[in-house]
């Protein structure tokens, strides 16, 4: 069987600046440009809370360097602020392209997180809004954004791009229902707050903290509620068996792919199916290529 990879090493590390190297060069004028000045105030009155991703470069000699994957802007502010050394995720490839395509910006659990953190530190609301160039308004409802919003629910969420709206929704849901709309989300891969008000008028009322306060979608009617009750319901269970069959599926895909990437390691094989079966070799490698990366994101995640 095909052993599956790991996408970063389990622990974080201390790297001197000086030893990792940039892929890409600044831009000119970077350091008057609003988002590197937002994150040089963060990284200045916050810290770090995104690490760096880096790969080990196989190059470097005796003294260990690195290649930077992601995060040439931090890298750069905690250049300015004097720092000498950066929190880093190891990356065992150096695909950099296909890190950024997976790697999410800073949520919005992450920058509640964020914001919580420097609050603990002594740093105030207002201190943060000008760091971050912010009205305060906004810090105050980041700080508060998971007052009565369930730890599973947080974990399910704290990768995603979502509104802080979607929370405000989700507040008015019992704590398992709370859940059950995180999985809804990420089954439909929607976060937006449309689909979390749709979620909110689909919820049998039992499931909500006032039930005698539903909210009504303007010109749906009963009937309609009910029948989105019911596919809700349905799709929560279908979702539910799809997470209990998932794993012995993967593992099913990943031995056949381990199986049929030694079989086309045979060159007569190989040279046969492209001469005969041109398109179903393509297709097949295709599927085999798919199933690696669903194996590496389960990993990761």
């Given at each position: 069987?095909?052993?599956?990879?790991?996408?970063?090493?389990?622990?974080?590390?201390?790297?001197?600046?000086?030893?990792?190297?940039?892929?890409?060069?600044?831009?000119?004028?970077?350091?008057?440009?609003?988002?590197?000045?937002?994150?040089?105030?963060?990284?200045?009155?916050?810290?770090?809370?995104?690490?760096?991703?880096?790969?080990?470069?196989?190059?470097?000699?005796?003294?260990?360097?690195?290649?930077?994957?992601?995060?040439?802007?931090?890298?750069?502010?905690?250049?300015?602020?004097?720092?000498?050394?950066?929190?880093?995720?190891?990356?065992?490839?150096?695909?950099?392209?296909?890190?950024?395509?997976?790697?999410?910006?800073?949520?919005?659990?992450?920058?509640?997180?964020?914001?919580?953190?420097?609050?603990?530190?002594?740093?105030?609301?207002?201190?943060?809004?000008?760091?971050?160039?912010?009205?305060?308004?906004?810090?105050?409802?980041?700080?508060?954004?998971?007052?009565?919003?369930?730890?599973?629910?947080?974990?399910?969420?704290?990768?995603?791009?979502?509104?802080?709206?979607?929370?405000?929704?989700?507040?008015?849901?019992?704590?398992?229902?709370?859940?059950?709309?995180?999985?809804?989300?990420?089954?439909?891969?929607?976060?937006?707050?449309?689909?979390?008000?749709?979620?909110?008028?689909?919820?049998?009322?039992?499931?909500?903290?006032?039930?005698?306060?539903?909210?009504?979608?303007?010109?749906v009617s009963p009937e309609d509620i009910a029948r989105m009750?019911?596919?809700?319901?349905?799709?929560?269970?279908?979702?539910?068996?799809?997470?209990?069959?998932?794993?012995?599926?993967?593992?099913?895909?990943?031995?056949?792919?381990?199986?049929?990437?030694?079989?086309?390691?045979?060159?007569?094989?190989?040279?046969?199916?492209?001469?005969?079966?041109?398109?179903?070799?393509?297709?097949?490698?295709?599927?085999?290529?798919?199933v690696g990366a669903d194996t590496r994101d389960l990993e990761?995640?």
């Open positions: 069987m095909t052993a599956i990879t790991k996408g970063f090493l389990d622990d974080t590390i201390q790297v001197p600046l000086d030893r990792i190297a940039p892929t890409r060069p600044l831009s000119q004028g970077l350091h008057r440009t609003r988002k590197y000045r937002t994150i040089l105030a963060s990284v200045k009155d916050v810290g770090i809370i995104e690490p760096l991703a880096v790969f080990p470069d196989s190059g470097s000699g005796k003294q260990k360097n690195y290649i930077l994957l992601d995060g040439h802007l931090r890298l750069e502010a905690l250049k300015q602020l004097g720092e000498t050394e950066a929190i880093c995720l190891v990356s065992t490839d150096d695909e950099s392209f296909t890190y950024n395509r997976r790697v999410n910006r800073l949520s919005a659990v992450q920058e509640h997180n964020m914001i919580v953190k420097a609050i603990e530190r002594g740093v105030s609301q207002e201190r943060i809004a000008e760091a971050l160039d912010v009205d305060v308004k906004r810090i105050r409802e980041r700080q508060n954004m998971l007052r009565n919003i369930a730890p599973e629910a947080v974990e399910l969420l704290k990768e995603k791009m979502v509104g802080v709206q979607v929370f405000g929704i989700l507040r008015k849901m019992k704590p398992m229902a709370q859940i059950e709309a995180c999985e809804m989300m990420m089954s439909a891969n929607r976060y937006t707050v449309t689909y979390a008000k749709v979620l909110l008028a689909a919820m049998n009322p039992d499931k909500l903290v006032k039930p005698e306060k539903k909210t009504m979608l303007k010109g009750e019911r596919e809700m319901e349905r799709l929560q269970q279908e979702y539910r068996n799809v997470e209990d069959t998932l794993g012995d599926t993967m593992f099913t895909l990943v031995v056949a792919k381990g199986y049929l990437s030694k079989l086309l390691k045979n060159e007569t094989i190989a040279d046969y199916l492209e001469r005969h079966h041109g398109s179903m070799l393509g297709e097949l490698r295709s599927v085999m290529d798919a990761r995640e």
